[in-house]
Nanobody
Framework: QVQLVESGGGLAQPGGSLRLSCAAS????????MGWYRQAPGKERELVAR???????NYADFVKGRFTISRDNAKNTMYLQMNSLKPEDTAVYYC?????????WGQGTQVTVSS
């Protein structure tokens, strides 16, 4: 059974930083391309960044240069370092395989950027 647990969200000021973590179990983590997604109120879930099994990364234009995705296959864990946060980054952040996510999602972690 796939289990994805996100953590690390919280309240940050504009220009601030947060680091998200995603712990995965029930899958052979190291073989999958993994991604961070987010869903803001009233909007559809969108892919923010993804990382292949070998570490190649790809970012949505709206986070390029500000966010960094990484993974530790030995720990079945993925990270998202978010710098220069903007109010429009406010959303619930989720992790899953990418670009085709598993049907089951974790609870997500809330990121709120506000002064």
């Amino acid at each position: 059974q796939v289990q994805l647990v996100e953590s690390g969200g919280g309240l940050a000021q504009p220009g601030g930083s947060l680091r998200l973590s995603c712990a995965a179990s029930g899958i052979i983590f190291r073989v999958y391309t993994m991604g961070w997604y987010r869903q803001a109120p009233g909007k559809e879930r969108e892919l923010v960044a993804r990382i292949t099994s070998s570490g190649l990364t790809n970012y949505a234009d709206f986070v390029k240069g500000r966010f960094t995705i990484s993974r530790d296959n030995a720990k079945n864990t993925m990270y998202l370092q978010m710098n220069s946060l903007k109010p429009e980054d406010t959303a619930v952040y989720y992790c899953n395989t990418a670009p085709n996510p598993f049907p089951s999602w974790g609870q997500g972690t809330q990121v709120t950027v506000s002064s």
